[in-house]
């Protein structure tokens, strides 16, 4: 049996974002920086947007609430590139953004090292959700990394 996957994460905010106005601005950041695309065959004015993270499998879920989700600022979902250099070319977007946009909340980039076996790089970012996205890059040892199964 394969080991099940993690596709979505779902969220629900004030319904006024999801307007046309807001959804607009939602998909600015999100498609300029991670290239989410909009699903316009689940978009319901003020109720739901879902944007697709590169494949129909994975997905980020917004409904609009009355009472809408708050969090504290790190509470936050993830995603892993493959290399240093998506890690830094996504920053790189965010930062960006950032420079027209002080809605954008960045934490810069940074190293934990994880007992010698894992040199975590990774940064976070919000715009308009409840929820930072937290992008992470593994930098295995190179005795683990040859024990581990290929991803591709």
Known sequence: MTPPRFNHVAMSVDRSLLDAHGRAQILSFWGEVFGFEELTSETRDGE??????YDWEQFVFLVGE???????????????VDTLAELHAFEAKAKAFAEHDDRVDLIGA????QHGVLQLHSF????LLPMMIEVQWFDWAPEVAALRPDRS
Do not use: I, K, N, W
Request: glycine share 6%; proline share 7%.
């Open 48 to 53: 739901v947007l879902v944007l697709q993270a």
């Open 66 to 80: 009355d009472e809408p989700m708050r969090c504290p600022r790190l509470d936050h979902f993830g995603m892993s």
């Open 110 to 113: 940074t190293v934990g090292d």
């Open 124 to 127: 976070y970012v919000r715009f």
